[in-house]
């Protein structure tokens, strides 16, 4: 148990669909941040929040859409998907952004 | 751009082998370094870090790894590995003062029992 915790675990949708995912560090930590893992690819940081605001947006398209509403939530806000977009989501916290990163266990998507 | 190269994506060793697993980044400024390990079924996890002081770092379970500034690398050993040692590993680096950590693609070392 790493103090992150990501809901859900699994999740197929099409590409029509909205839907969240949804993550939670009990850490105390400051800053949150999503990547995308992919087979055979490296891990794509995507956002990064610190201090409940957003610092980092690595050119990901628009149909991803975080929100951090407070500094132990993050969202990541899912519509119209393309089938690319199948992968393994993960969510980490750190205590600032320059420090060790602390790993949720990941939500894995499948878009049909 | 900033980027993380890691050598070798699969690593087959058997048990009490030595291990080194190579990292080199692209990026002049001050730099922090990590080494995580995703064992299976398992999240990613620290292994190890490097911020400031000396070059060769200690980290959990008889790992180290060195940081050789002149040539942007941050290797990570073990003397003699064991079964367990078998995961994921992967490098990643930050900027000093910046937002980003980048990962690079992982090595899956698999130890033979």
């Known amino acids: 148990e790493t103090g992150v915790t990501q809901t859900p675990r699994h999740l197929v949708m099409g590409m029509t669909n909205k839907k969240s995912l949804k993550c939670e560090q009990h850490?105390?930590?400051?800053?949150m941040y999503w990547y995308k893992q992919s087979a055979k690819k490296p891990l794509e940081l995507m956002f990064v929040?610190?201090?409940?605001?957003?610092?980092e947006n690595n050119s990901v398209p628009s149909r991803f859409s975080p929100e951090c509403p407070n500094s132990s939530h993050l969202f990541l806000h899912l519509h119209t998907l393309q089938p690319e977009d199948s992968a393994l989501y993960l969510c980490?916290?750190?205590?600032?952004?320059?420090?060790?990163?602390?790993f949720g266990p990941g939500t894995r998507l499948l878009v049909l | 751009a900033q980027s993380v190269s890691q050598h070798n994506h699969h690593v087959i060793l058997s048990e009490a082998a030595s291990l080194e697993l190579g990292c080199n980044y692209s990026?002049?400024?001050?730099?922090?370094l990590f080494w995580y390990v995703q064992y299976p079924g398992q999240h990613l996890q620290l292994l190890l870090k490097?911020?400031?002081?000396?070059?060769l770092v200690k980290g959990i379970k008889g790992f180290e790894a060195e940081f050789i500034k002149s040539k942007f690398s941050f290797n990570l050993r073990k003397p003699s590995v064991q079964w367990s040692d078998t995961a994921e590993y992967f490098c990643?680096?930050?900027?000093?003062?910046?937002?980003?950590?980048?990962f690079g693609a992982g090595t899956r070392l698999f130890v033979k029992a």
């Open positions: 990643a680096v930050g900027r000093t003062g910046g937002f980003k950590t980048i």
């Open positions: 980490a916290s750190s205590q600032d952004t320059e420090e060790t990163q602390y």
């Open positions: 850490l105390g930590h400051n800053a």
């Open positions: 490097y911020f400031s002081g000396d070059p």
């Open positions: 929040y610190s201090l409940e605001e957003r610092v």
């Open positions: 990026y002049g400024g001050t730099v922090n």
